[in-house]
């Protein structure tokens, strides 16, 4: 493999890549033709007067001149064969990922109740946590995601332990960031209801797996060992604030703005997983990362139009898929704010987000 960042020619069409693919300098694209034709297996039929010119905008003109100058180049046939399939049968479009990812979230959400007990207080008053409740309740529920959520992905290994492990780390922060917005979507903290349903004016706030709450306009709940009379508690005070507040506007009102249903939040939870760009990622693992999102993606479809059979289901999944930008600016802010709070040895400072976001 060639360095990262060192830019050259596709040796087949031209375009550019630093990556050596099946034994020889070539982009993506070429790549992906070459391992196609050998895992066919098809005989290759010559309807030109040969060798044909190949470029990036004209390579896909003659099949046979494009297989020809892939073997010329040293592209190797045993190197494809040798590769075990990037996706396996109990991935296949037959499998019925959505319902494995909901037996999965069951099982999570099963474990919580025995871990955490009843979810709150069922009068409906906000019951507020202390940051170290906070830190606790972290702790925790890593420990019973990484058991009985990603534990759906890992029964359908098809990469390397160590490339596992990278996309396990990547996944948490995303995803509690994700999911805990979600079990909050609409919540508003005005101290009161109105019957029975929580009203849904105010200040947004957030619930915990255990029931309890906390939200920007009651930090002094989230962070009590702190008094706020004094220059220093104010500037303290303040810091937190902006974060939470950035919080809101990056992922809480996008979200409620949307108005997920359990079903789209985990296929987006399935996205989150299998993401690719990822800091020692490797090539194998990222190429398997597409063909996973290809199959989450074509079943969000397939769920969408079950829901909307005579309607354009295509803007509501364009709509989900944008939530991931706004998912991975909160997770950049999280890091942001980790080393800062770090800095200032502010109260907090010991979350396990941060811990993870450090990497």
Known sequence: MTKKGTVQACHVCGDTTHIIRFGAVSCRACAEFFRREVVSKSKIFYKCSRPCQLNKKIRKTCRSCRYQKCLQIGMMVTVVSSRKPVIQTDCSPSFNFLGGLRESYEKLESAREKTFGSKGDISGIAVYCSYKEFDNVFAIDIRLISNYFLSFFRERRQISADQESILSENFIVPFILMEYTFRS???????????????????????LPNGKWFDSLHLN??????????????????????????SDRMLKGPLDRVQLDNSEMLLLSALIYWDFGITHQSEECIETCHQMRKIVIEELADYEKSKLPHGDHSIRVMEIMGILQYIHKASYVIKECGLVVKIYGLNGKDCPLYEISDG
């Open 221 to 246: 709940e989230l962070y009590p060992d702190r008094e706020c009379k004094d220059e220093a508690g104010r500037r303290y005070q303040k810091m937190h604030e902006q974060y939470w507040n950035s």
């Open 185 to 207: 979507m609409g919540e508003r903290n005005v101290g009161a209801f109105e019957n029975k349903k929580k009203l849904t004016t105010g200040t947004p706030s957030y619930i």
